[in-house]
Nanobody
Framework: QVQLVESGGGSVQPGGSLRLSCAAS????????IGWFRQAPGKEREGVSC????????WDVDSVKGRFTISRDSAKNTVYLQMNELKPEDTAVYYC??????????????????WGQGTQVTVSS
């Protein structure tokens, strides 16, 4: 079956780092773009970062620029989200999702057709 599985979430102090993984099965990531989304308590889900079929095509939301980096490892069929200098406002459930937009991507949820179940990231003192 086609699925995405997130891992790597956890609890960290402000300023800490985490690397989230999004492992794909049932399809090749080389044929799709992958986006990361998050949903914080009391807020709607928002796009965080995405990468097209090649890393040249990427986007990230202003609030994470300079701190988060998305990348892909085609050999492992996995996309990563490296999160540095984490802030309490980064606390959320993080989801990865698949899009057919291979040469460009964005945070529009309706463009994504397969979603993982999410991994919790908590940033607090």
């Amino acid at each position: 079956q086609v699925q995405l599985v997130e891992s790597g979430g956890g609890s960290v102090q402000p300023g800490g780092s985490l690397r989230l993984s999004c492992a794909a099965s049932g399809f090749s990531l080389s044929s799709y773009g992958i986006g990361w989304f998050r949903q914080a308590p009391g807020k709607e889900r928002e796009g965080v970062s995405c990468v097209g079929d090649i890393s040249l095509y990427s986007w990230d939301v202003d609030s994470v620029k300079g701190r988060f980096t998305i990348s892909r490892d085609s050999a492992k069929n996995t996309v990563y989200l490296q999160m540095n200098e984490l802030k309490p406002e980064d606390t959320a459930v993080y989801y990865c999702a698949r899009t057919s937009r291979r040469t460009s991507c964005n945070g529009v949820q309706s463009d994504y057709d397969v979603w993982g179940q999410g991994t919790q990231v908590t940033v607090s003192s």
